[in-house]
């Protein structure tokens, strides 16, 4: 049997010639799966009960169900335990009417390793397939009308570049649940592989790049990741990037208590988003059990930051008490919490 939550129109409609289902069919299947967000294909009422029976011999529509889902005030954080096992997390963030937005897992574990987050702790596991990348956000779209989409959750979507754009496509197309491309945002700790490939994507999704210090040395000892590239050569992709797509690009940087939060870090920090069309966002260190890092001064950064001219915000905490605030996520029943930016 296969899923077809994860299959895009194009496999849709060659499924429907297989299987000798009228082509023009295929779009009211897409819809069903992608926007009605139906988990069973008896659901399929607009198809001959022939043509459902037939479908059904072959296919059948995934979904994830949490195993724990905790709630605090503006967040729900769900722990989704997937086929295999394995477990990733996913939050809801509902902190304003306009804006409803779900952060995104795209990896077990992580292969980047960031001495500062939980997942990179937990080592790489494997990639998230197409459907449980969309069953994430069909969850909560069944109960939410979702406006915003983050991939920050657990992994790095560049390295699950293929997985992570195709269900991008499925969740931004019309007969699916529409979610416009410059409200979905791609964080990478900066793989360039990813970064060339997504200036060629023609929506205008928004690109975030997770920097952690302006230092080359401090950076590379905190994210342990011997394939990163260097900040340099991260720039000069990113500027080919702006070039290639006029788009600003958001540098995140999660601020480190007596690491990365000195005048000289800020000084060299604006100097890097200087080079670029950016907007620096500082994300405060939300601390956890066993943690040896602690909050930075985030005021002093972004007062020195905001003086020299440079466009900063400080990105809003929500969830702490359930450990869903940004980057506490440690993919375990009993979340302790851990960062991850
Ligand atoms: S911060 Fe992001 S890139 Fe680094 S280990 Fe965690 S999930 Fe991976």
């Known amino acids: 049997m296969e899923d077809l939550l994860g299959k895009d129109l194009n496999e849709i409609q060659a499924i429907c010639q297989e299987l000798g289902v009228a082509k023009f069919k295929a779009k009211e299947i ?42 605090s005030a503006e967040t729900i954080k ?23 937005t779900l952060c995104l897992s795209s990896q077990v574990g992580c292969l980047i390793g960031c001495a500062f987050c939980a997942t990179g702790q937990l080592g790489f596991k494997r990639n998230l397939t197409v459907a449980e990348i969309l069953g994430q956000v069909y969850y909560f779209a069944r ?15 560049f390295l699950n570049y293929d ?4 269900a991008i496509d499925i969740l931004n197309i019309e007969i699916g649940l529409n979610i416009a491309a410059r409200k979905i945002v791609v964080s990478t700790i900066g793989i360039i592989s990813g970064i060339e490939k997504f200036a060629q994507a023609s929506k205008q999704l928004r690109l975030a790049w ?3 210090s302006p230092f080359e040395q401090t950076r590379q000892q905190l994210i342990g990741y011997a394939g990163l590239p260097t900040i340099q050569e991260t720039v000069a992709a990113l500027a080919k990037y702006q070039s290639l797509t006029k788009r600003r690009i958001t540098i995140e940087y999660v601020v480190l208590d007596g690491i990365n939060d000195s005048i000289p870090d800020a000084v060299e ?11 620096i966002n500082l994300i405060p260190y939300n601390s956890s059990p066993g943690q040896k890092f602690t909050r930075g001064k985030v005021q002093n950064m972004l007062a020195y930051l905001k003086n020299n001219g440079l466009n900063t915000t400080v990105r809003q905490s929500l969830g702490q008490e359930i450990s869903a605030a940004c ?10 919490g851990n960062q991850r930016t």
Not at 143 to 157: A, D, Q, T, Y
């Open 30 to 71: 897409f819809r069903a799966v992608n926007q009605k967000l139906i988990t069973n294909l008896s659901e399929l009422t607009t198809l001959k009960l022939e043509e459902r029976n037939k479908l059904a011999e072959s296919f059948f529509i995934s979904t994830l169900q949490p195993a724990n889902r905790e709630k």
């Open 210 to 212: 997770s920097l952690v």
């Open 327 to 336: 980057g506490q996520l440690a993919g375990l029943p009993n979340d302790s």
């Open 143 to 157: 109960e939410h009308k979702i406006s915003n989409l983050v991939f920050m959750g657990m992994g790095e979507p």
């Open 78 to 100: 769900a722990l989704f335990c997937l086929a295999d096992g394995k477990l990733i997390e996913t939050v809801f963030m509902d902190a304003r009417e306009e804006r409803k």
């Open 269 to 279: 920090l604006g100097n890097i988003a200087k080079q670029l069309d950016s907007h």
């Open 163 to 166: 997985n992570v754009l195709k």
